[in-house]
């Protein structure tokens, strides 16, 4: 062993063993270069983690992008379906369309050969003529085909000038902005909107297809970008009649109507169309810093352009709801027609007769397309003679409005008891198959039809004739019934097994059809015969009562 002596100040010697430093100095330094091995293997460990973490990742990325892809093809599938749907169901208005326009072989109007086939729905069989009722008011309150023309003429000239104004006003709005040098700014992210006039849209009756005959009036609704004011209707006036062809300003008469919040156009042959301008932000809650800006700026009536928006809401609405159901569409007809000739029915509005159409259309048991018209309207008897305005009743709510809104709160309760007791008599009549007398019109005496010949479908297990049936016996019977005391042939057996009428509860694997048939083939031993049919007990008893029976037929003779 090798030692060092040192000598320290205080002249003691301190003796260190050399190879023990040694080991010292190797044990830490393999524990150092271990430590750096733990290190380098938890961070290959890490490594390895994170990498077989990010291959789930990727997995899992993988997976849901063809999750994704599936469910966006389906969902293309499914829309594809729809616009078949939709195709197919615009195929269909227009086949009755067609078929109401057309007055081929008939007089009387373009809808006089309206058939209960064009319109999709069956004609109740037997003696009831309602439907054929309803459809000859509805060819003689038609418009006719020179009217319905005439109304489209002048809508499409009024639509085609106010396209071309809506151009023209883009083109200076655009002009103004190069001008100033504004026309590359955007607005809080967005392009500077340059067309003032956005679109025009119909509304009402027009856009409904709820026109009677004689109706000359419809509207449309412009809308604008910003709020609009006189100077903008002004504006819009003067530029629909620069471009107006000369032929069209001789006989077109363009009229400004600030308190319509639009201007109209009238023909030589009285059609009238009124144009309303409006916009989006005329629905907005008014405040008091608005209306004084509104009135600083002379923007047109607030009522008008909010009617308008409300009257495009419920087109939009019935266009959705009523459209696809062609007899509601007749239904609708006959009853705006009716309201004008019976005064009960003035207090209730076309929009609240609507709402009832739409519910009644989807309850019963005829589907929504193949509803007749008359089954219609004895559903909106019905519902009116159940009290449905009355101010405990269910009330009608409106579609169209966020808010809960009862339509049938307004109107008064006299008048609400008189609309209610007449619908309830028209309801009688109707049951009577007198509907002709509550419309006030004249009875239809058209040929009737025989009821079809419907024959039942054969069971697949008929049951026995009623002849051959055995009466039910309650299950409280003695427990000697069997198969072989019915009378008749034997039924046929059915495909399953089981407790039939007839039979007693649970014959276990003796019933008829679960087991072999009993051993006996009359009466149970167990039951007595009654005394007149016993039999004798031995010859010579037998011998007495014959010779008895013979005496007695000798005495009667």
Not at 261 to 280: I, Q
Not at 507 to 528: E, L, S
Request: proline fraction near 8%.
């Amino acid at each position: 062993m090798t030692t060092l002596g040192l000598t320290a100040c205080s002249t003691e010697t301190v003796e260190v063993d050399i190879e023990q430093v040694k080991e010292l100095i190797m044990k830490k330094a393999e524990k150092r270069e271990k430590s750096i091995e733990d290190g380098i293997e938890r961070k290959r460990q890490s490594e390895e983690r994170a990498k077989k973490r990010l291959e789930e990742i990727e997995v899992r990325k993988k997976e849901m992008e063809e999750r994704r892809a599936k469910w966006e093809e389906e969902r293309w599938k499914r829309e594809e379906e729809w616009r078949a749907m939709q195709d197919q169901r615009d195929e269909e208005w227009k086949a009755w369309q067609e078929a109401e326009m057309s007055n081929s072989n008939c007089e009387g109007g373009p809808a006089a050969n309206f058939s209960a086939e064009a319109a999709g729905f069956s004609l109740r069989p037997g003696t009831n003529n309602d439907n054929r009722l309803i459809m000859k008011i509805h060819s003689e309150i038609y418009p006719s085909e020179s009217e319905l023309a005439g109304i489209q003429s002048l809508v499409k000239v009024t639509e085609e000038a106010l396209k071309k104004v809506s151009d023209t006003m883009q083109e200076e709005t655009e002009s103004e902005l190069k001008a100033k040098g504004l026309m590359d700014m955007k607005i809080e992210g967005d392009d500077i909107e340059t067309r003032v006039l956005k679109g025009c849209v119909r509304i009402g009756y027009l856009a409904n297809g709820l026109l009677l005959a004689g109706d000359k009036h419809v509207e449309m609704l412009v809308f604008c970008t910003d709020k609009p004011t006189l100077y903008m209707l002004q504006n819009v006036k003067s530029k629909f009649e620069q471009h107006l062809t000369e032929p069209q300003k001789k006989a077109l008469k363009v009229e400004t109507k600030p308190e319509l919040s639009g201007f109209v156009v009238t023909d030589h042959k009285e059609f009238v169309v009124t144009v309303t301008l409006t916009a989006t932000c005329m629905d907005e809650d008014i405040t008091a810093a608005i209306i004084t800006s509104d009135v600083a700026a002379k923007v047109l009536d607030r009522k008008n352009c909010v009617r308008v928006l409300n009257d495009l809401k419920r087109c939009n609405w019935f266009q959705q709801t009523i459209s696809p159901t062609p007899t509601a569409v007749i239904a609708l007809r006959v009853f705006r027609h009716f309201r004008k000739t019976n005064p009960a029915w003035t207090v209730l509005s076309e929009w609240c007769i609507e709402i009832l159409v739409s519910h009644v259309i989807k309850v019963g048991a005829f589907s929504s397309k193949r509803i007749p018209p008359s089954e219609i309207v004895r559903r909106v008897l019905e519902a009116i003679s159940s009290g449905v305005l009355l101010p405990k009743g269910v009330g009608i709510k409106d579609p169209c409005e966020d808010k809960s809104t009862d339509l049938a709160a307004g109107i008064d309760a006299a008048n609400v008891d008189t609309l209610t007791m007449d619908a309830q008599r028209g309801l009688r009549l109707l049951v009577f198959n007198k509907l002709h007398e509550y419309l006030g019109v004249p009875e239809f005496t058209g040929p009737v039809e025989a009821p079809p010949v419907v024959e039942p479908e054969p069971f697949r297990s008929a049951p026995p004739p009623a002849q051959h049936r055995m009466p039910i016996r309650p299950y409280n019977n003695p427990p000697q019934m069997s198969f072989m005391q019915r009378t008749g042939p034997r039924p046929p057996r059915p495909m399953w097994g089981g407790r039939q009428p007839w039979n007693p509860p649970p014959y276990g694997r003796r019933g008829p059809y679960g087991g072999p048939p009993p051993r006996h083939r009359g009466p149970p031993p167990n039951r007595k015969r009654p005394i007149d049919e016993a039999a004798p007990k031995s010859e010579a008893e037998s011998s007495v009562k014959k010779e008895c029976t013979e005496e007695a037929m000798e005495g009667q003779e």
